[in-house]
């Protein structure tokens, strides 16, 4: 058999498991509880593994192994602002919003949560919160169809748009059938894959080079400033900017719902050291691979045209085409564990946010499962449209919409955790502040607007929030419900 057979044979084995997930999980789905948060009853290995695989997406594989390879260890600086962020979000957003979620109202999504813990009557901060998880996941899920195409061009020389209709059907089918339960279950396969891909790439490379020793010889005698944290182009915003990654863990809607899902506020412990330990050997192991990219393949300038397929031409140069199949299946994992987790954040946001919202009467639970479904096909087929003709890189698209989640929900999040004078008028005024700083920022070039913009955006929300809660007053109910969280939490 040709290597192409050998490794669509992997993709094949690959695509049902994922749907046999979706298939089993679909029995279990009774109400829309049940549908977008799995009835609150994962474990921490299931939440700690679906919350790193929904936040990596393509980035981990192909963005920032790319980013590694054109301009050296100098790009190591957004790994570390997100280790350091996804870290203290376990620590800091993970325990008390998983209790605050069920004291306020028993909350299932980030915007319901935000409404109810500060007793919005008027319901601004849904709407609000709605319209901006609409806008930037459309980008966000956009990037993942966009890493989806390319990888299939990239690896079987199909038509990029047939690899994105490919990604985007597969994924679209066990996420309408299986909900939050075959998202985090499939997170949990993919995760596995993704880690275990981007450990023997590096570790197989480096044996193929001659030893460490061999392969930092060849990437110094390519670039001499390749190991330079800190070369003579880089700035202080420059540092500063891949730093600042770190903030948008506290208000990604599609990774902090996994808290909410633990089956008790203690689990998030083993559930930190899990998340992270799993985190560092990805990082870790993208960062790797670039290495050995450069050492293989910048020795001729014309073999590589595309930077973030390094990893795809790795695993195809360096193993079986049946295990460099598995391997090029972790890149899809990759992909299509953010785009799942991400379609179904944006389902419930127009379902439990918006369309209940306009509603205001009773819908029984089924159907409104059935709504969910139906959006996330919708959501789904916008998302494919934009990514038709891409623009941008992954990373830019990612950027992109990370900086707006961060800026708009992150202070919000932990505000509404932390500081029981904010209101419900504050944090709506902060996230429009956050997002709108995004979105005009990041048109801006030349000086200080080349720091990324989710600095500045998150600064402005907080002081917005802070600003105008103090001009007014919480509602009476806020303070009783604030101490029974923190005192469930501890």
């Not at 609409?134 to 690896?155: C, H």
């Not at 309408?176 to 894959?193: E, H, K």
């Not at 179904?344 to 127009?350: D, F, I, K, Q």
Request: proline share 3%.
């Amino acid at each position: 058999m040709s290597d192409v057979t050998f490794q669509a044979i992997a993709m094949v084995v690959y695509f049902a498991a994922m749907v046999a997930i979706g298939w089993w999980a679909y029995g279990r789905n009774e109400s829309l509880d049940d549908y977008m948060l799995a009835g609150r009853g994962l474990g921490p290995f299931v939440t700690a593994l679906s919350a790193g695989a929904s936040d990596m997406s393509g980035w981990l594989l192909m963005g920032l192994p790319g980013a590694l390879y054109v301009s050296g260890l100098v790009e190591g600086w957004i790994a570390v602002g997100l280790t350091v962020g996804a870290l203290l979000n376990w620590m800091l957003v993970a325990p008390r919003l998983r209790t605050y979620t069920e004291v306020a109202a028993n909350s299932i999504t980030i915007p319901s949560f935000l409404d109810n813990r500060l007793h919005d009557s008027r319901h601004l901060l849904r709407w609000a919160s709605g319209v901006i998880i609409l806008v930037f996941f459309t980008f966000y899920v956009s990037s993942g169809m966009v890493s989806g195409g390319t990888f299939f061009e990239s690896s079987f020389g199909l038509d990029y748009r047939l690899g994105l209709v490919l990604v985007a059907a597969i994924t679209v089918l066990y996420t309408l059938v299986g909900g939050f339960l075959a998202v985090s279950y499939t997170d949990l396969v993919q995760g596995l894959m993704m880690v275990a891909a981007l450990v023997a790439v590096p570790v197989t490379g480096v044996i193929h080079l001659g030893g460490l020793g061999a392969t930092v010889d060849a990437v110094t005698a390519v670039d001499p400033a390749y190991w330079e944290v800190v070369g003579p182009t880089t700035s202080a915003i420059g540092i500063l900017s891949s730093l600042a990654w770190g903030l948008g863990y506290f208000g990604q809607p599609h990774i902090i719902v996994r808290f909410m899902a633990l089956r008790s506020p203690k689990e998030a412990v083993s559930g930190a050291a899990i998340g992270i330990s799993w985190m560092l050997f990805a990082v870790l192991g993208a960062a790797a691979t670039a290495v050995v990219g450069v050492a293989v393949y910048q020795q001729d300038k014309g073999r590589l045209d595309n930077p973030e397929t390094v990893f795809i031409e790795l695993g195809k140069m360096l193993f079986h085409p049946l295990v460099a199949g598995l391997m090029l299946a972790a890149i899809l994992a990759a992909i299509m564990s953010t785009v799942a987790s991400q379609l179904l954040v944006t389902s419930s946001a127009l379902i439990e946010d918006l369309y209940q919202q306009v509603l205001k009467t009773e819908v029984p639970q089924r159907r409104l499962v059935t709504y969910s479904r139906l959006s996330v096909l919708g959501i789904a087929l916008v998302a494919a449209a934009m990514a038709w003709s891409p623009s941008d890189t992954i990373l830019k698209l990612v950027a992109f919409a990370w900086a707006g989640f961060g800026a708009s929900f992150g202070p919000t999040v932990i505000l509404s955790l932390y500081w029981r004078r904010l209101t419900a008028t504050g944090a709506v005024a902060g996230m429009v502040a956050g997002a709108v700083v995004v979105m005009l920022w990041g048109n801006l070039d030349g000086g200080v607007f080349d720091l990324y913009e989710i600095l500045p955006g998150f600064l402005a929300n907080l002081t917005v929030a802070v600003g105008v809660s103090l001009l007014g007053r919480p509602h009476e109910d806020v303070a009783a419900e604030f101490d029974a969280a923190v005192a469930a939490t501890r």
